[in-house]
């Protein structure tokens, strides 16, 4: 049976077509430019990439030129053939704890909550639309990258301010990148052989969220009532001191608006080091010696490093840790830093295993107190996962 998986931006659409129950891949693309001329696209098939440019004016455009591939590349004979179209959705607000069904409800609730994530859930609702215009016969899915962290409690989730904002607005710690860290709850503890294990998943690339773990749930996480919280990214801020915003206002001019663009695509990595919010960009700078790239770094990892013992203590001790997206996956210089920092919870980091890029592997020493691993995130997959379960 086949399954799309689809994250639809507001000028990108990304997709992934699975075999399943095997969640075999069979094609994967990326639409880019949508709507603001320049489009592009490229898919990827039996291991070959094919990159072709061609004006997308809208996504059902977009949408017509994918299900043509699909076509001409002998992935299907028949549209029928599609079941399942499954929808990342940013925000699923206190709703929605488990993918749905998408219906017109599902419809009139995610629009609703576009106040929560207003460049995020109108532009995934278009990718919704299109597809269930194009593929009518297949069910649509939604699937939430906050619904993972409704399990935290309050405790966890709630900020200490008047009550009513919560109430009334909503305003509480959501969380994201669920479907990451709900891919790392599974896959850790089938590796550790132990469903119920403690696991601190720390999802690090542009942007970064850890999340505690524990029985397959989410308790706590990093990022907060929207993506700018918790660590320092590659633009963004993270946690801040929020007087500063009417403080930097008052002192440059500024309008709201542009402060907040500053805190989420000037700060970070970019915005401490002047260099980039590239990390490979940062370790180059910081090996040629400059001083701001190696201030960005070290920042950087204290940051994760702080979360981690937070939720060390939070979760009662730990089983795994696991390094997960694009820096995770990738930097090995970026886990040693964190590792050598964790040295007093008694981590310890075996450096030959740590030489590994975009790998399932264990690199933690066998008497490291805690398991360190990296664990490629498969966001698409939890997606097909889903959708098929419905079906
Ligand atoms: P996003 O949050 O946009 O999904 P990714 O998870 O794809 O981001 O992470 C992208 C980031 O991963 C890049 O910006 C870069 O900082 C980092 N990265 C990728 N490869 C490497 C590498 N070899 N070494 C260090 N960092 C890397």
């Known amino acids: 049976m086949k399954i799309l998986s689809v994250n639809a931006g507001s000028s990108s659409l990304k997709f992934q077509m699975y075999e399943m129950p095997e969640e075999k891949v069979l094609i994967s693309g990326t639409f880019e430019r949508i709507g603001i001329g320049g489009g592009m696209y490229t898919i990827k098939i039996n291991g070959e990439k094919i990159k072709k440019e061609q004006e997308l004016a809208d996504h059902s455009v977009a949408v017509k030129i994918l299900i043509d591939e699909l076509f ?9 053939e599609i079941k399942g179209v499954g929808h990342r959705i940013v925000h699923g607000g ?14 009139k609730t995610v629009t609703e909550l576009s106040d929560l994530a207003p460049l995020h859930n109108p532009a995934n609702l278009i990718g919704v639309k299109t597809f269930m215009e194009s593929i009518p016969n297949a069910i649509q899915v939604g699937c939430f990258d906050t619904a993972f962290h409704q399990t935290m409690e309050k405790c966890e989730f709630l900020y200490p301010v008047p009550y009513e904002w919560y109430t009334e607005y909503g305003v509480r710690k959501y969380g994201f990148h669920g479907m990451s860290h709900n891919y790392i709850a599974k896959r850790a503890g089938e590796i550790l052989g132990n469903p119920n294990a403690k696991i601190i998943s720390c999802h690090i690339g542009n942007g970064g969220s850890l999340c505690a773990i524990a029985d397959g749930k989410s308790i706590d996480t990093s990022m907060g009532f929207t993506p700018n919280a918790g660590l320092m990214m590659g633009s963004r801020s993270g946690d801040i001191d929020s007087t500063l915003i009417p403080f930097i206002m008052n002192k440059t001019g500024k309008s709201l608006d542009e402060v907040i663009n500053d805190l989420n695509k000037k700060s970070g990595y970019l915005g401490v080091s002047g260099i980039s919010s590239d990390s490979r960009d940062i370790e180059d700078a910081a090996a040629e010696g400059n001083e701001r790239a190696i201030l960005a770094q070290n920042m950087y990892y204290e940051k994760i490093v702080n979360y981690i013992a937070e939720y060390y203590l939070e979760l009662g001790g730990a089983d795994a840790i696991v390094f997960t997206a694009g820096v995770g996956e990738n ?7 964190i590792c050598d920092k964790l040295a007093p919870l008694g981590v310890k980091l075996d450096e030959e295993a740590n030489n590994v890029r975009g790998e399932e592997k264990l690199i933690s020493a066998p008497d490291s107190t805690v398991k360190v691993y990296v664990i490629p995130t498969d966001e698409e997959v939890m997606i097909a996962r889903d959708t098929y379960s419905f079906i």
């Open 331 to 337: 930097s090995k210089l970026t886990r040693k830093a």
């Open 72 to 80: 001409a590349n002998n992935v299907i004979e028949s549209l029928d």
């Open 94 to 107: 206190e709703k929605y704890a488990k993918s749905v069904v998408i219906d017109d409800d599902v419809i």
